[in-house]
């Protein structure tokens, strides 16, 4: 079966400090991976996604992640933290992947706290 | 539309009391998923639909637990009979292809 583990349910940095939020992936098939962000009360929003193509992946608000399929990670980084970046992330797996209607399967989240 | 609608944003029921809550997906998705949000972060998958057809029903308690999607109309997730162990936000989302889910506001429901 597959799953997502993200290590460490809370992470704090200063501001322009690095952020580095790990997640890692279970999968017998090749997997899409997905990381979001939800702001309190809010719904998720899509950051950034794996979908098989370059293993680095941009996206938004200056976030990337990479695709090491040896480590099984598709750990989120961000050069500089900024405070508005203080939220929830969650990382998820679709497996089929390519294949539309199927569940996501989240990581139980990481709660990011960026001081000033 | 452009964003996934849902309503109402907040839904209070006493215990035994129906629910119904509703989703619009962004127009042209063909997709449309139910997740429960508990205890603020763990996410479970409950139904998909593709179209007005269920594409994936098995995180969906059978018991009190119903949802459809018919054309011309917001999708619905009814819950039958609620219990305190429902109280969670529940969100929608749709998609249309390489399973890229977009994500409505949610209604948190909370039962007394």
């Known amino acids: 079966a597959q799953s997502v583990t993200q290590l460490g349910s809370h992470v704090s940095v200063s501001e322009g400090a690095l952020v580095l939020l790990r997640c890692n992936y279970s999968s017998s098939v090749p997997p899409y991976l997905f990381w979001y962000v939800q702001y309190p009360n809010q719904g998720l929003q899509l950051l950034l996604k794996y979908t098989s193509a370059a293993t680095l992946v941009k996206g938004i608000n200056g976030f990337e992640a990479e695709f090491k399929k040896s480590e099984t990670s598709f750990h989120l980084t961000k050069p500089s933290a900024h405070m508005s970046d203080a939220a929830e992330y969650f990382c998820a797996v679709s497996v089929p992947a390519n294949q539309a209607g199927t569940a996501l399967i989240f990581g139980k989240g990481t709660t990011l706290s960026v001081s000033s | 539309g452009e964003e996934v609608a849902q309503t109402p944003k907040h839904l209070v029921r006493g215990e035994g009391q129906k629910a119904k809550l509703y989703c619009a997906p962004i127009?042209?998705?063909?997709?449309v998923f139910w997740y429960q949000q508990v205890l603020k972060n763990e996410f479970k998958f409950l139904i998909s639909f593709q179209n007005e057809n269920v594409f994936d029903e098995t995180g969906m308690p059978k018991e009190r637990f119903s949802a459809k999607c018919l054309p011309n109309s917001p999708c619905s997730l009814e819950i039958q009979a609620t219990k305190l162990e429902d109280s969670a936000v529940y969100f929608c989302?749709?998609?249309?292809?390489?399973?890229?889910?977009?994500f409505g506001p949610g209604t948190r429901l909370t039962v007394t």
């Open positions: 127009k042209g998705h063909s997709y």
């Open positions: 989302a749709s998609s249309q292809n390489r399973n890229e889910q977009y």
